[in-house]
């Protein structure tokens, strides 16, 4: 059972532009919500993260809202980068559940364009 | 070298064969954990482990086995490959809520 929705799968952005990725959850139980980004070749590693006492949360280019009634969170990247070109994964972790341990997403595969 | 390892990279088996992958860090964290990566999955939970000798199911743990006999080591075993088990397998260790992930050791069977 996929806990974690995400999407868009692909996504293509100019130079400059906004990306917006989004997830939607199912259990109400999740307290901690991060992103992790993955380069070819890579392990994913932490980006940002939120937990749901905030609404956003933003880190230089980065910025996570957070809504708790609609279950849904996303991740904006402002004046993206074609750096930034990578595979982004959202994800989700209880206190309930044996080392926190985290749902993950289906991730999004982000192109920048120069 | 500081940080999580994986070995082999790299491994081509064919169905039936046994295979360890290995996963090795050096932070001494309590928790690890084995993903396998598959395009429109995400990473799926094989297994994972509270501290040496304590291990349980994730979400997709049929078909492999793991121990830990020491903290920094954590391999995982296909006992019998299948073509299903064609993936990338990625080995994380846990500080706080941060999960730091290994390179990741892509398989494909034959």
């Known amino acids: 059972q996929q806990q974690v929705k995400q999407s868009p799968q692909s996504l293509i952005v100019q130079k400059g532009g906004i990306s917006i990725i989004n997830c939607a959850y199912e259990?109400?139980?999740?307290?901690?919500f991060p992103w992790y980004q993955q380069f070819p070749g890579k392990g994913p590693a932490l980006l940002i993260a939120?937990?749901?006492?905030?609404s956003e949360k933003k880190e230089g280019r980065f910025t996570i809202s957070f809504n708790k009634s609609a279950k849904q969170f996303s991740l904006h990247i402002m004046d993206s980068q074609p750096g930034d070109s990578a595979t982004y994964f959202c994800?989700?972790?209880?206190?309930?559940?044996?080392?926190?341990?985290?749902?993950f997403g289906e991730g999004t595969q982000l192109t920048v364009n120069p | 070298d500081a940080g999580i390892t994986q070995s082999p990279r790299y491994k081509i088996t064919e169905t039936g064969r046994q295979v360890t992958l290995m996963c090795h860090q050096t932070?001494?964290?309590?928790?690890m954990f084995w993903y396998r990566q598959d395009l429109g999955h995400g990473l799926r939970l094989i297994y994972y482990?509270?501290?040496?000798?304590?291990?349980d199911k994730g979400e997709v743990p049929d078909g492999y086995v793991v121990s830990r006999s020491k903290t920094e080591n954590f391999p995982l075993t296909l006992e019998s490959a299948t073509r299903s088990q064609t993936s990338v397998y990625f080995c994380?260790?846990?500080?706080?809520?941060?999960?730091?992930f290994g390179p990741g050791t892509r398989l494909t069977v034959l």
């Open positions: 994380a260790s846990k500080s706080y809520n941060e999960q730091f």
């Open positions: 259990n109400t139980a999740f307290d901690y």
């Open positions: 939120i937990r749901p006492d905030v």
């Open positions: 994800a989700a972790s209880s206190p309930e559940t044996s080392g926190s341990r985290l749902t």
């Open positions: 932070w001494s964290h309590s928790y």
């Open positions: 482990s509270a501290a040496a000798d304590i291990t």
